[in-house]
């Protein structure tokens, strides 16, 4: 038997995670360089550590998404969405990858 929404923040589920998926894909698009830029841009952070570049990526991700109770984080295989017991992961671009590796 399929899973129905519990309450509102179930229900925005796409939202967000539409919302997510089109700042990867905005974040994907740019070169290593604009990507690093962009991150301090609207973060106002100039990471200097794998944990830094970590907070400063999900900062800039969850910037311009109405999360709606929804929980955003890094994840072995990419983004996570989170909300309760519920986890959507979404896979990263290479340039942002990168930009976690150096």
Known sequence: ?????????????????????????????????????????????EPRDTAERRKALIETIRRRVELHGWEVSLHERGVAVSHDDHTIVLGLPDNVREYLRD
């Open 1 to 45: 038997m399929a899973e129905r929404p519990h309450d509102m923040t179930d229900l925005y589920l796409a939202p967000v995670v539409l919302g997510v998926e089109g700042r990867l894909e905005e974040l994907g698009a740019l070169s290593s360089d604009d990507l690093g830029f962009q991150v301090i841009l609207e973060t106002n952070i």
